[in-house]
């Protein structure tokens, strides 16, 4: 069955240090996204995909960066991590433009 | 205020009741989503709708675009309905605008 599969599911790191988020998806999708989920803030975007090559800034992408080199993946980096980056961060992909997303089981990174 | 609100934040029901919970928008909308997201922290799409009526299940969505309203329906809860139900929009620019969700309780 094709899924969409995230790693670490869970993560404890240190202010200033790089940290990259894995999102793998075996639809087939062309359509990729970035959200992080916060209390008070519900889901906002971070960075999103079209395609292969093609890479978006969302509403809070400052600090994160996505690079789209395959189909299947599209990994989130965060430079140099801050304590505001404390969240929970899902992954979603669809296969045509506007249609219903699917989304990761998501990652809870702690910044400390 | 957002573009996307959602009522009420929070719903305690007892088993069997039939629930509402709504969704108002204020932007253009190509499509509107229903999201389940369970204890769990897993999100799973549960409707995409741009006009009238969706039944699946005890769920039913319907969509008002002159009012800019959308309604979610469970009838009969259940205990395993207890999640929090997320209401979010296609902009005319293609990205989805999420409301804050519906914490949903449910007892038995």
């Known amino acids: 069955d094709a899924e969409i599969t995230q790693s670490p599911r869970h993560k404890i790191t240190e202010t200033g240090r790089q940290v990259t988020l894995a999102c793998h998806q075996t639809w087939n999708h062309n359509n990729m996204f970035w959200y992080r989920q916060d209390l008070g803030h519900g889901l906002r975007l971070i960075h999103y995909s079209y395609g292969v090559q093609d890479t978006n800034k969302g509403e809070v992408s400052d600090g994160y960066s996505v690079s789209r080199s395959n189909t299947e993946d599209l990994p989130l980096t965060l430079e140099s991590a801050a304590s505001s980056q404390t969240s929970v961060y899902f992954c979603?992909?669809?296969?045509?433009?506007?249609?219903?997303?699917?989304f990761g089981p998501g990652t809870r990174l702690l910044v400390l | 205020k957002n573009e996307v609100e959602q009522s009420p934040q929070n719903l305690t029901a007892q088993e069997g009741e039939f629930i509402t919970i709504n969704c108002s928008y204020s932007?253009?909308?190509?499509?509107l989503h229903w999201l389940q997201q369970h204890p769990g922290g897993g999100i799973v799409s549960l409707f995409m709708l741009s006009s009238g009526k969706k039944k699946h299940g005890r769920l039913i969505a319907t969509i008002n675009i002159q009012e800019k309203h959308s309604s979610l329906h469970i009838t009969a809860s259940h205990p395993r309905d207890s999640a929090v139900y997320i209401c979010a929009v296609h902009n005319q620019g293609g990205k989805l605008i999420f409301g804050q969700g519906t914490e949903l309780s449910v007892k038995p």
């Open positions: 979603a992909s669809s296969g045509q433009y506007q249609e219903t997303q699917y």
């Open positions: 932007v253009g909308i190509s499509a």
